[in-house]
């Protein structure tokens, strides 16, 4: 079983819907969750991160995590043509430096 | 300043070449990382620095040798690579604080091809 696992998509939403992107983790152990965009052929952004039971939001972005299920995901409203790419849901875990990746989730954004 | 830069941000090299990339951070971060990304899969960690000492290494080949002359600093020596070890280099930053929190930034990383 991997650690961290998500869809790989291809995820498809028409410009101004909300986007759903969903991550399970396998550790326990595991404390805080990221979620990064990556455009092809650019780094990883970081675009969230939760670490406590429930919300956080951020502008259009809202982070949810229910450690009893070992559940994370992405809310993206008002999704843009500018939001497509592959989104990385990771976990810290290691004692709190190594960050295991999920295999992201493509997202396109159609007009 | 919140932003990790790395150098060169392409590189071509032969299996008996020698080359270095380098990363640089200058928001005070105790942490510092190497990931090696190959296409459409994810980073894979590689190299942990925490307050300048070697914390990880996940059983990376000895071709691949990590230095963090300072804690703004760290350097990846290659040598004798292999064509499969063609990735994208990522080197992230954090602030080594452990537990919650501790989200790490990522440079743009270098392209390098080996021949």
């Known amino acids: 079983q991997k650690e961290v696992e998500q869809n790989s998509g291809p995820l498809s939403v028409p410009e101004g819907a909300i986007a759903s992107l969903n991550c399970t983790y396998s550790d326990r152990g595991s404390q805080s969750f990221f979620w990064y965009r990556q455009y092809s052929g650019k780094s990883p952004e970081l675009i969230m991160f939760?670490?406590?039971?429930g919300d956080k939001e951020d502008g259009r972005f809202t982070a949810q995590l229910n450690k009893a299920s070992q559940y994370v995901s992405l809310l993206i409203r008002d999704s843009q043509p500018s939001d497509s790419a592959t989104y990385l849901c990771?976990?810290?875990?290691?004692?709190?430096?190594?960050?295991?990746f999920g295999t992201g989730t493509q997202l396109k954004v159609e007009l | 300043d919140t932003e990790v830069t790395q150098t060169p941000k392409h590189l071509v090299m032969g299996m008996t070449n020698k080359k270095s990339l380098k990363c640089e951070q200058h928001m005070g971060h105790r942490a510092m990382y190497w990931y090696k990304q190959k296409a459409k899969k994810p980073p894979e960690l590689m190299f942990v620095?925490?307050?300048?000492?070697?914390?990880i290494n996940e059983s990376v080949p000895s071709r691949f040798s990590p230095e963090c002359p300072n804690s703004s600093l760290l350097n990846l020596h290659l040598h004798a690579l292999q064509p499969e070890d063609s990735a994208l280099y990522l080197c992230a930053s954090s602030q080594d604080r452990g537990g919650a929190g501790n989200e790490q930034f990522f440079g743009p990383g270098t392209r390098l091809t080996v021949l």
């Open positions: 939760i670490y406590s039971n």
């Open positions: 620095y925490s307050y300048e000492k070697l914390s």
């Open positions: 990771a976990a810290l875990t290691g004692g709190g430096n190594k960050l295991t």
